[in-house]
C-alpha cells in the first residue's frame, strides 16, 4: 500500500509509481468517489489530454500572432534556386 499526506491546502502528491502504472499525466482530471465514512475512490477517466494543439488556442489569447508560419517560410525560400 502506497501513502501519502494531506496537505494544510488539501492537496496530496501521488507516489511516481502509481503516476507511472496509471499512466496520469500533469493536467489530467481526477475523479473521486466516497466509498465508506474512511475510504474513497480515484478513478482516472480515459479521455483526451490537452495536447500542444488545443494549446495554441491558449497561446493566441495572450500573444497575437504577428507573422503566420507560411509567409515566413515563403519569404526565407525566395533565395533557393
Known amino acids: ?3 501519502s499526506t494531506l496537505t494544510e491546502r488539501g492537496q496530496v502528491s501521488l507516489p511516481a509509481e ?3 502504472k496509471l499512466r496520469l499525466r ?3 482530471k481526477l475523479q473521486f468517489e466516497v466509498v465508506s465514512d ?3 475512490r480515484v478513478f482516472a477517466p480515459k479521455g483526451k489530454i490537452a495536447g500542444p494543439i ?3 488556442g491558449f497561446a493566441r489569447r495572450i500573444r497575437p500572432v ?3 508560419t507560411k509567409d515566413w517560410m515563403k ?3 525566395e533565395g533557393e534556386a
Open 38 to 40: 474512511n475510504e474513497f
Open 1 to 3: 500500500m502506497k501513502e
Open 54 to 56: 488545443a494549446m495554441l
Open 18 to 20: 502509481l503516476r507511472r
Open 26 to 28: 500533469p493536467g489530467q
Open 75 to 77: 519569404e526565407l525560400r
Open 66 to 68: 504577428a507573422r503566420r
